[in-house]
Every structure is written in C-alpha cells, then in structure tokens.
C-alpha cells in the first residue's frame, strides 16, 4: 500500500511534463492560430474574437497558467465546433473505447500467451516457426490495413457482423458483436508482441538450474512450462504489455475510424479535420493521463507478482 | 569505418548461415526499391492521368488492379505510391538517427545534469504514444511531404538516444578511451573516433528495424488525411480513398494495403535477421 502510494506520487510530475509538453506542441502552429482555425476568408471581427476566445492575446505565461488552474478544475477547454465542454464530448464516447480497449487486451493475452508458450516448449520446431511467423506478420500489419481487411472479409462480404459499429441503445448482444471484430483486429496485432516476448522471455528461464532440477524431480512437462517457467518469466511479459498500451492507444484510433464507431479516435478524427485545436489539446490529455495510470498500473503488477520489488 | 564494414560483412556471414527470412526479407525489400527507382519505366500508364469513362473497372488485362474513382490505373499509382513511403521512411530515419546518436553519446558522455534532462525527455517522449504525437505534429505543422518526415522523424528519436547513450557510459570508462585522453585527444575526436564507431553497427540494425514502423507510421498519418496531398500517390491516401468506396470496389483499398504490409515485412525481416546476426547473447544461444 505504501508503495502504490509513493509510486502515485511519481507519476504526477510525469504527468505535469506531459501536459506541458502538448501545451508547447499545440502553440508551435506556425503563423496566427485563429487565421490558421478560420481559413483565409475569415473576417478581421471573426479573427479578433477567436483571438480573445482562446485567450491569444495574452502572454504566454499567463495563457499556460489558466491552462494548468482549467485543468486542475477539470476543465479541458471549449470544443470550438460543437461549443461544448471537451470533457463532455470525451465522457460521452469514453465507454466505448474502453470497452474496445479491454475486450482487445484480452483477446491479445488469451491468444499470446499460449501461443508464446508453445513456441518456447517447442524451440526449433514448427510450432516455434509458426508462432515466429505469426508475430511477424502481426508487427507489420498496421492496424487500419488489418481492420480494414477483417472488415471486408467477414462483415461485406461473409455479413457475420455488423458493419457499422454501436448504436446508442443496442441490446448487449449486439453490442459484443458490434466489439468482436475491432476487438479482433487490435487483440491479435497485440497477441503477437505478446507471443513474441514471452517467447523470448521462457526460453531464458528454461535455461536456469532450478528448472533442470524440477525436471529431473519428474515434474509433469505442463507443469514444469506453467507453474516453474511461465510464473518466473512474466516480469518481461508485464513490461511489454505495459509499454505496448500507448501503441494500443494509437492502434485503437485508426481501428475506431476504421470500424466506425464512436469513440476517442472518431473525436480526434473530427478535430484534425475541422482544425478544432482546443478539442485535439484536451484529447491528448486524456489519452497522455491513460498512459501515465497504465505506467503506474504497470509497476504495481511487478510488486504484485514479484514480493522482492514490494519490500525494496 | 573499417570496423563497421567488419561487423556488418560478420552480419552477412550470419545471415548466410541459416537466416532464410532475413534472406527473404533483403530480397524483398530489393525487389520493391527497384520498382520504386524504375517507376517511370515499368508503370504501365500514368498515375495521375484522369480517365472518367474507365473509373471503377475491376482487375482486367488491361489495369491489371483495377482502376479508381477517377478511372486511374490502381498498379502505376501503388509504383509511384512506392516512392513516397520509402523516401519518407528513409529520411525521416535517417534524421532520427543522426539527432538520436548525437544526443544519445553527447548526453552518456557529458553526463550530469544534461543527461538526466535529456534522458527525462526521452522517457516522455518514448510513454506517449508515438502515432498520437505524429499526429500532433502533423497536424500543428500542415500536410506536406516535408513535415511528414519531420513529424514521422520526431517520433522515433527517443530509442535511439536510448540506444546509443548506453553504449557510450561503458566505453568512455574503458582504457583506450582513457589512452586517447592522456595523448590529448579532444572531447569531441573521443566522441567521433573512439565512441561511435563502437556503436554504429547496432544502431544501423535498429535503423532498418525503426524504418518499418517509419513506412507503418507514414501509412497511417496518410490514411487519416495528415499525409501527402492528393493527387500524388501514396499508399496511406490510396486505402484512404479505396476505404470510401470499400462497398463497391474491393481493390481499391486492398491493393495497396498490400504493398504496405509487403514493405513493412520486409523491412522487419531483415531487421530481425541482422540483429539476431549481430547479438552476440543471441548467437551463443542458438
């Protein structure tokens, strides 16, 4: 408990840098913001307004100040397209994103692992060359190119899914077929990083004394790969799960435009066409305070997995 | 230098020693650059030539892939389209690894504070999400193939700091580093002679590894509208337009996400193959 408390504590200077960081990123637009947001037929009134809306014609210190006291209230600014709150809009299609994020990471984990582990207990076999293709082939694959294939093949053409995503009040089976497929396309790209780390990961426990010592104990061949080599190899497993969720993030934007369904990534969408920069600032908040919780999630899987980190 | 053409002719004996897919993936990757490099010659018609009686024809003999909404030939624009993914995915490597080199040996040489600032940013910048930033990036600069590269080159300049600082901390404490500098020899000669030579090998392996999801990130920034403007070919632009009209014309976007696949196999084929031939832990093992 301590220790999920210290670690907390560590990631709220992280988090100060992140925001910060977008706060510069967003403000290198090169020229003036607002003739940049209204195009060039903008009228010198319209242009002045936006101006004094976004809070421009102030310094910058003064602009990041309010910037951080919003932020610190919760406010993460004004949709300048819909005039509504950016928290509002997020909140709204939030669930649905989550419900994709973890439906994939699931599907990633249940089809990695043992992928993973077969690969390793069969080194040099065609398991293990199968296994390696696979992660191969699901590392180069990039996540609109895989969904937009899943999409033609098996909700166009063989029609088992729906091909627009969530309606607002669909019942929950249609709901987990309207998630199957996105979820699907995310969670094998993801299987393979999975399979391919713990892969990697086994083969170096195989190779510990401890583990030729069950062996010659006449411990079972499943138990000797599950209870003695997996349980000592998921540290590394932890790790590129952990690291793999800010490409998850990214992975789920194109997989939602690609999908159609409404979620963080169509909001970005929508920003990046309509040059809607409040909208595009207060979303990489968002997903930077994802990353930073999963970081934060992440250490305190290690302790709970490994009792030597917690006591440290 | 010599020491470089000396880890990477060991990397060749490597990979003829039993890497069949790194094989597979040098003869794939030749195979698309010379298509790239050939393109005026062996595009059957022009990319950018409008032809509104044939658009939408399926694949025939005539367009082999098939033609788009404004009748242009699918195979000439994936040929021409091949030219921007690899020059984008080459620049915009080569900027991340010349900045992250420097940064990476400068910062695990000095050391001190300037390393601790330079190793927080690089911890930031490798927990955001790097399409995420590449959109950010492209979005805040304007579309451009120009600003495509800096963006793309942005994002994957962390690893290599990374990449090249922790080499750097060993070597500046070994004794040749030490005989050099009781001879006299400058901080920068140090850096430059004895320092990155040692290193250059590994970070051109990562390189080829690094360009792969350069080409994946140049895919997906042009798919979602933040690459190359239209007309010009790209891949990402194509699955982008061939996605509007995924209903009616199947190969408008699968076509190219073909070639995008192909290329990123490619590239992460022979990636994995010189870096399994260059890891010394890795060649004990096998």
Request: hydrophobic letters at 55%; a positive charge.
């Given at each position: 408990?301590?220790?999920?408390?210290?670690?907390?504590?560590?990631?709220?200077?992280?988090?100060?840098?992140?925001?910060?960081?977008?706060?510069?990123?967003?403000?290198?637009?090169?020229?003036?913001?607002?003739?940049?947001?209204?195009?060039d037929?903008?009228?010198?009134?319209?242009?002045?307004?936006?101006?004094?809306?976004?809070?421009?014609?102030?310094?910058?210190?003064?602009?990041?100040?309010?910037?951080?006291?919003g932020?610190?209230?919760?406010?993460?600014?004004?949709?300048?397209?819909?005039?509504?709150?950016?928290?509002?809009?997020?909140?709204?299609?939030?669930?649905?994103?989550?419900?994709?994020?973890?439906?994939?990471?699931?599907?990633?984990?249940?089809?990695?692992?043992?992928?993973?582990?077969?690969?390793?207990?069969?080194?040099?076999?065609?398991?293990?060359?199968?296994?390696?293709?696979?992660?191969?082939?699901?590392?180069?694959?990039?996540?609109?190119?895989?969904?937009?294939?899943?999409l033609?093949?098996?909700?166009?053409?063989?029609?088992?899914?729906?091909?627009?995503?969530?309606?607002?009040?669909?019942?929950?089976?249609?709901?987990?077929?309207?998630?199957?497929?996105?979820?699907?396309?995310?969670?094998?790209?993801?299987?393979?990083?999975?399979?391919?780390?713990?892969?990697?990961?086994?083969?170096?426990?195989?190779?510990?004394?401890?583990?030729?010592?069950?062996?010659?104990?006449?411990?079972?061949?499943?138990?000797l790969?599950?209870?003695?080599?997996l349980?000592?190899?998921?540290?590394?497993?932890?790790?590129?799960?952990?690291?793999?969720?800010?490409?998850?993030?990214?992975?789920?934007?194109?997989?939602?435009?690609?999908?159609?369904?409404?979620?963080?990534?169509?909001?970005?969408?929508?920003?990046?066409?309509?040059?809607?920069?409040?909208?595009?600032?207060?979303?990489?908040?968002?997903?930077?305070?994802?990353?930073?919780?999963?970081?934060?999630?992440?250490?305190?899987?290690?302790?709970?997995?490994?009792?030597?980190?917690?006591?440290? | 230098?010599?020491?470089?053409?000396?880890?990477?002719?060991?990397?060749g004996?490597?990979?003829?020693?039993?890497?069949?897919?790194?094989?597979?993936?040098?003869?794939?990757?030749?195979?698309?650059?010379?298509?790239?490099?050939?393109?005026?010659?062996?595009?059957?018609?022009?990319?950018?030539?409008?032809?509104?009686?044939?658009?939408?024809?399926p694949?025939?003999?005539?367009?082999?892939?098939?033609?788009?909404?404004?009748?242009?030939?699918?195979?000439?624009?994936?040929?021409?389209g091949?030219?921007?993914?690899?020059?984008?995915?080459?620049?915009?490597?080569?900027?991340?690894?010349?900045?992250?080199?420097?940064?990476?040996?400068?910062s695990?040489?000095?050391?001190?504070?300037?390393?601790?600032?330079?190793m927080?940013?690089?911890d930031?910048?490798?927990s955001?999400?790097?399409?995420?930033?590449?959109?950010?990036?492209?979005?805040?600069?304007?579309?451009?193939?120009?600003?495509?590269?800096?963006?793309?080159?942005?994002?994957?300049?962390?690893?290599?700091?990374?990449?090249?600082r922790?080499?750097?901390?060993?070597?500046?404490?070994?004794?040749?580093?030490?005989?050099?500098?009781?001879?006299?020899?400058?901080?920068?000669?140090?850096?430059?002679?004895?320092?990155?030579?040692?290193?250059?090998?590994?970070?051109?392996?990562?390189?080829?590894?690094?360009?792969?999801?350069?080409?994946?990130?140049?895919?997906?920034?042009?798919?979602?509208?933040?690459?190359?403007?239209?007309?010009?070919?790209?891949?990402?632009?194509?699955?982008?337009?061939?996605?509007?009209?995924?209903?009616?014309?199947?190969?408008?976007?699968?076509?190219?996400?073909?070639?995008?696949?192909?290329?990123?196999?490619?590239?992460n084929?022979?990636?994995?193959?010189?870096?399994?031939?260059?890891?010394?832990?890795?060649?004990?093992r096998?």
């Amino acid at each position: 408990m301590k220790y999920a408390l210290k670690r907390i504590s560590l990631g709220l200077p992280t988090l100060l840098a992140m925001f910060t960081a977008i706060f510069v990123i967003i403000r290198i637009v090169p020229g003036d913001a607002a003739a940049v947001i209204l195009g060039d037929q903008a009228s010198a009134g319209a242009l002045e307004a936006l101006r004094q809306q976004l809070g421009l014609n102030e310094p910058l210190s003064q602009q990041y100040l309010g910037f951080l006291t919003g932020l610190l209230q919760g406010d993460l600014g004004t949709s300048l397209v819909t005039k509504r709150p950016v928290l509002d809009e997020a909140l709204r299609v939030l669930p649905n994103t989550i419900e994709l994020a973890v439906a994939s990471i699931l599907v990633g984990l249940v089809l990695g692992l043992p992928l993973g582990v077969c690969a390793a207990t069969n080194r040099n076999a065609w398991p293990d060359y199968v296994g390696r293709l696979f992660s191969l082939v699901g590392l180069s694959l990039p996540a609109f190119v895989s969904g937009i294939l899943l999409l033609l093949a098996f909700a166009i053409q063989l029609r088992w899914f729906p091909v627009i995503g969530t309606t607002q009040n669909a019942g929950p089976w249609d709901r987990l077929l309207a998630v199957a497929l996105p979820a699907l396309n995310l969670g094998v790209i993801m299987s393979a990083y999975v399979a391919r780390v713990t892969r990697a990961s086994m083969l170096s426990t195989l190779g510990e004394d401890y583990v030729r010592t069950a062996k010659a104990k006449g411990a079972a061949p499943m138990t000797l790969a599950l209870r003695h080599v997996l349980s000592n190899s998921l540290l590394p497993i932890i790790t590129v799960v952990g690291l793999y969720f800010g490409t998850l993030i990214g992975n789920a934007v194109l997989t939602e435009i690609v999908f159609n369904r409404p979620g963080l990534g169509r909001l970005i969408l929508g920003a990046l066409n309509t040059r809607d920069y409040t909208m595009l600032q207060g979303l990489m908040i968002i997903f930077a305070s994802f990353v930073v919780l999963a970081n934060i999630l992440t250490d305190l899987a290690y302790a709970a997995v490994d009792p030597r980190i917690r006591t440290a | 230098m010599s020491s470089i053409v000396l880890r990477l002719s060991e990397a060749g004996r490597f990979m003829s020693r039993g890497g069949a897919f790194a094989w597979a993936g040098l003869a794939l990757l030749a195979v698309i650059v010379l298509v790239a490099i050939l393109a005026p010659v062996i595009a059957p018609h022009d990319p950018l030539t409008q032809d509104i009686v044939n658009q939408f024809l399926p694949p025939s003999s005539e367009f082999w892939l098939g033609t788009d909404s404004y009748g242009r030939d699918v195979l000439s624009r994936i040929i021409y389209g091949a030219r921007i993914s690899l020059i984008v995915g080459l620049l915009s490597i080569l900027i991340a690894m010349s900045v992250g080199t420097v940064l990476g040996v400068l910062s695990g040489y000095i050391g001190g504070r300037f390393d601790a600032f330079v190793m927080a940013v690089v911890d930031l910048m490798l927990s955001f999400p790097s399409l995420l930033l590449g959109m950010l990036v492209a979005a805040v600069l304007g579309a451009s193939l120009e600003n495509l590269i800096i963006a793309i080159a942005v994002t994957e300049i962390a690893p290599f700091v990374r990449l090249a600082r922790a080499p750097t901390l060993v070597l500046k404490e070994q004794d040749f580093v030490q005989a050099a500098r009781s001879l006299g020899c400058g901080h920068g000669r140090i850096m430059r002679v004895h320092i990155l030579p040692n290193l250059i090998s590994d970070i051109l392996v990562m390189g080829s590894l690094w360009m792969a999801t350069a080409i994946r990130t140049e895919a997906s920034l042009s798919f979602i509208g933040l690459g190359v403007k239209p007309p010009t070919a790209t891949w990402g632009g194509m699955i982008r337009e061939g996605f509007e009209n995924i209903l009616d014309a199947w190969w408008l976007a699968v076509f190219p996400s073909v070639f995008v696949f192909l290329t990123v196999l490619a590239l992460n084929l022979l990636g994995d193959g010189l870096r399994d031939a260059t890891d010394p832990k890795l060649r004990q093992r096998d």
